[in-house]
Every structure is written in structure tokens, then in C-alpha cells.
């Protein structure tokens, strides 16, 4: 049997860029684990293939998974469902292939609830670090419009406190990098390559 | 005050060449944390010099050190003492600077106990995961060799455990890439980067 696949969760407050980090960590061609292909009831769109773009199907039949418990997370946007199906992710898992799940945050706390051993990066606006200064320092918001995103950016770090990892992206491509690194130091962990040595000499 | 720096402690078992890998690490000089300077009681050697090479100090120095909780780690081999002044990686960590210690696999558990948030890389021999297939494959070897052999390296694996990474030191290269990834994923961990963040906008 395959070594088990790691699952990575990429999430992060929305309008901070995932998708477009997902996509250039994709594009770069040199990745080899598995990007999750979601199950949504919209419909498709122009070009856009089942089983490739998305998993497209109706509501009842998602609202059967979610019954089911074959949702690993999902959500509802306007009137329509978005999710992870448990079944694709848990095949590729078993397959040996790493999974990438690009999700919202509260899809990836549904995520960690089911998976704790999946590493969780979560993706930060590279203005959270220097918000305040920057805010307080050009001078030109009210301490109103101040508050309210000093607000946000602390209910953002509370978020936070649920990952493995935090990635600033200041720029997609360091963004990438930084992924890149965490992705193969958490091949390397003790308590994910130790089945393997133990299977190797025989302590099974 | 700047954030405290990361100690990264690689050890492994002798022979497995963390000497070599440190120095082609450090080498490549795009480093940016200490290596921590050892002190010991043996005579310098030619050309070496106290706090560069090593802090030389007697051996009723060092014994007064140990009684005064001053080693982070030490050891004797033969009639010299070895080991890790505590003062010294504290004041480089406190400096907001990263320490990479390379020791010996008794030092490491003993900084394990003194710093569990230190980061703990096992260095393991190429041919611990393919030794038993390599082994009975060649078919040189008596059991009775055989034996010891796995014998031994279950031993490794054993204090593998202890350690948060496993790096298989295959090529030197490779060894150095992998610790790289490691140290640079480690920066980004929340439960590093977090009191950064939170001290910026003012939670402290």
C-alpha cells in the first residue's frame, strides 16, 4: 500500500489572493500533488467541464452528501452550494498524492475538525503587519475608518490562531516560494515518514 | 525589542555526516542565522582560536559552568568536555538572530528538555531506509551481520522519534536543500510569527 498523501489547506480573509497564488503554484508545473476539484449545484459555465472544472450536480444530490456525511467541508453562497467531496480527496489521499484544497476560512475550520493531521497555511494581506502604521501614519482616514480596519485585521489574527502557517502575500511569486518550502519541510516530518521506516524494518 | 530568534539543533547518529552538511550549509554563505560556538577543555590545535573555533576554557571552568546551569548541553569524550554555553546562544536569540547548533544525538536531548520550541532536525544514513532490502539483497552478508545491522538502525529510528524532521543525508546537497526548507518553513510558523503580529497592532 502507498504511503498515505498529505492534505495542505490553503484559506485566508477573502479578497487577500488565494486563488491567484493557487493558480500560479499550479502553473509553475513542477508540483506534484493533487489540486481538489470542488462540487458545486451552480451551473456550468461556458467551457467549463464536469469532473475537471468542478463537480457539477444538482441540489438534492449535494444536500444527499451533506446528509451523508460526504462533505468534508461546504458552504452556501447566494443559492448555491460549494464544497469539498470526502470521497475524491480521500481516494487521491489513499493513492499516495498530496491534496491542495484552496478554501474560505470557514470551510478549512470544517477542514480541521476532520483532518487535524493536514497542515493548514493561511494566506495574510501584506499590509495586516504594517496596517497600523501605515493607517496612523499617512494621516489621511478618520480614527473611524481607522478602528474598523484595525478591527478587521484583529479578527483576522484571531483566524489565524487556527493554522499551521502564515504566508504574507507581498508578492504572489514569494507567496509561492514560501508554500513551496512548506510543503516539502512537512514531507520531511518525523511522525509522517516514521510509517515508512517502520514498514521498511519491519515493526509492523 | 526584537523578536527572539529560532534555535535549530541538527544531530543523527555518528558517521552520518552532520559535520559535512553544517559546513556546506554555512559554506553557501546565503545564510543569515549563527552557528553556535562550542566551548571545550581541550588544547587548542594549531591555527584554531578561542571564540571562533571553540571558547577553550579549563576543565575547572567548564565543571564550574555545569554546576551553575550554564550548558545548554555537554558531553566527555575521552578526558575533554564538550558542549553549548547557554549564555551565548541566549544572548544571539535574544539578538533576534537564528542558532544552529550540531551535536551529538545525548546534547540534543538534553536541549529538547531544556528548549522545546527549538527546532529538531535528525540527520539519517542513506541506506537506513533501503538497509534491509540492500542487505538480504546482496546476499554478502551472514545473518548474524544482517542482524546487527537492523538491529541498529531500529536503534536510530528509535530516536528519530525525538526529533521534528528526518532529512536523509543521500547527497550533501540535497541534505543542505532539505534543512534549508525546513528553516525557512519554520519562520513561518503562526506560533513563531504571531507575537509579531500581535504586537503591531497594539495587543500586548
Known amino acids: 500500500m502507498a504511503k498515505r498523501g498529505m492534505l495542505i489547506v490553503l484559506s485566508g480573509p477573502s479578497g487577500v489572493g488565494k486563488g491567484t497564488v493557487r493558480k500560479a503554484l499550479f502553473d509553475a508545473g513542477d508540483t506534484d500533488f ?3 476539484i470542488s462540487m458545486t449545484t451552480r451551473k456550468p459555465r461556458d467551457g467549463e467541464k464536469d469532473g475537471i472544472d ?10 444527499d452528501n451533506i446528509q451523508n456525511g460526504k462533505m468534508l467541508e461546504y458552504a ?29 476560512v470557514n470551510g478549512a475550520m470544517q477542514v480541521r475538525a476532520n483532518c487535524p493531521d493536514a497542515v493548514f497555511v493561511f494566506l495574510t494581506p501584506p499590509d ?11 494621516g489621511t482616514d ?30 504572489v511569486q514569494n507567496a509561492v516560494d514560501r508554500i513551496r518550502s512548506i510543503i516539502n519541510s512537512e514531507r520531511l516530518r518525523v511522525t509522517r515518514v516514521m510509517p515508512d521506516y517502520e514498514q521498511m524494518l519491519g515493526e509492523d
Do not use: C, W
Open 54 to 63: 468542478y463537480f457539477f450536480v444538482s441540489k438534492e444530490q449535494f444536500e
Open 76 to 104: 452556501k453562497y447566494v443559492d448555491n452550494y460549494y464544497g469539498t467531496p470526502i470521497d475524491y480527496v480521500n481516494a487521491t489521499l489513499d493513492s499516495g498524492k498530496d491534496v491542495f484544497l484552496e478554501i474560505e
Open 142 to 171: 478618520d480614527m473611524e475608518v481607522i478602528n474598523k480596519r484595525i478591527k478587521k485585521a484583529v479578527g483576522e489574527i484571531g483566524m489565524m490562531r487556527n493554522y499551521d502557517y502564515a504566508v504574507v502575500n507581498d508578492e
Open 128 to 138: 495586516l503587519v504594517e496596517l497600523k502604521h501605515r493607517l496612523v501614519g499617512r
Open 34 to 36: 493533487q489540486y481538489s
